[in-house]
């Protein structure tokens, strides 16, 4: 293996363990932010979850492999073009994630690939895939989120009202004494209910560790390879590479963006998490299975603000400013560093 082979290596680990500090929170964030558990357990949870996303990523995410590997850049890629693109992604969510910041990987990515696409030839990046097939999604996706959730909140929070109306809110007296006859707590449909709900908000943050591990390790992966599948290693090396520095990455430092995202946005209850995550789980699933990158991030963070429902003023203004900030310098950030490096790997 190459001495350039090597520094990808290192990068696509480093790119991949900062992901999963980033990433990892944003399906289980909101089963503490929702007191269902704390922190650390949500985020074991969570790379539990995003590890089987991450396996099953290149048989199910084979098109949003695809589109990394040759559907922005137009031409042959080089080393230099591979090692310029991780650097400027990983460089901008680690600091990121340092600052407690939840961005998206798959912006940083494409700032890197244009930033350095546009150094290595003339023509060199497709506009009308970058328009259509990736900024068009990740854009569409945040008002979709968001709109889901609140309508999916505002229906359940009127059902769980007319639930409420329709319970007897005391036991009467009985008819032969003064006192009514006291009997042993039974499992009433509350409990029941709850411990339902329990189970799908676990169930739903899963899924959206699997989805997210589908989502966002194809295109690590497809970066890499540019340089490591010639040096002589395959695809499913790449994917084992970034599953296990994503693992630790999450375990790492997976708490630095938890708390910003289970508490800072918005303060949910059981019902709301769960809403969030079965939006959130939907949706980047469906776009990993069919090649539309989005991003995890903007997902997460529209659909915890969608489970506020119409009560606008539960939600941080603040904290939504800081996250807008953060994604519209990912792209520029990413790229300018992508094209630093290139300018010196070349």
């Known amino acids: 293996m190459s001495f350039t082979a090597i520094i990808v290596f290192v990068l696509v680990a480093a790119l991949a363990a900062v992901n999963g500090s980033n990433d990892v929170p944003k399906g289980v964030a909101t089963l503490a932010g929702a007191g269902v558990t704390k922190y650390k357990t949500a985020i074991i949870w969570g790379t539990i979850t995003t590890l089987i996303g991450c396996v099953c990523s290149l048989g199910l995410a084979s098109k949003m492999t695809a589109l990394f590997s040759k559907g922005i850049i137009t031409g042959a890629t080089t080393d230099a073009f591979a090692v310029a693109v991780l650097a400027g992604a990983a460089f901008w969510v680690g600091l990121a994630t340092v600052l407690r910041l939840p961005v998206s990987t798959t912006h940083a990515l494409i700032g890197g690939m244009v930033g350095a696409g546009l150094l290595m030839s003339t023509g060199g990046v497709s506009w009308s895939a970058v328009g259509s097939k990736l900024v068009t999604p990740l854009l569409v996706s945040i008002v979709v989120a968001y709109a889901i959730t609140m309508i999916l909140a505002v229906a359940t929070g009127a059902a769980n009202k007319r639930r409420a109306a329709s319970t007897p809110s005391a036991t009467p007296a009985s008819e032969g004494g003064d006192v009514a006859v006291q009997t042993a707590p039974a499992v009433t449909p509350e409990k029941t209910s709850s411990r339902i709900m329990t189970a799908a908000h676990w169930f739903t943050s899963g899924a959206t560790g699997f989805a ?68 959130t789980a939907a949706l980047v699933g469906v776009g990993a299975g069919a090649g539309l990158p989005m991003s995890t991030t903007h997902v997460s ?31 520029p950030v990413a790229g300018v560093v992508a094209a630093l490096v290139f300018i010196l790997a070349r």
């Open 212 to 279: 997210r591990g589908l989502n966002d390790t194809p295109k690590i992966v497809a970066i890499g390879a540019f340089a490591l599948v010639p040096a002589g290693m395959k695809p499913w090396h790449i994917m084992v590479l970034v599953t296990a520095a994503m693992a630790a990455g999450s375990l790492l430092g997976g708490m630095r963006v938890a708390e910003k995202l289970g508490e800072g946005v918005v303060k949910m209850n059981h019902r709301e998490g769960f809403l969030a995550n079965l939006t």
């Open 301 to 331: 963070t529209g659909a915890i603000a969608g489970s506020a429902g119409p009560n606008l003023s539960r939600i941080s203004g603040g904290t939504i400013r800081n996250f807008l900030i953060a994604w519209l310098v990912t792209p």
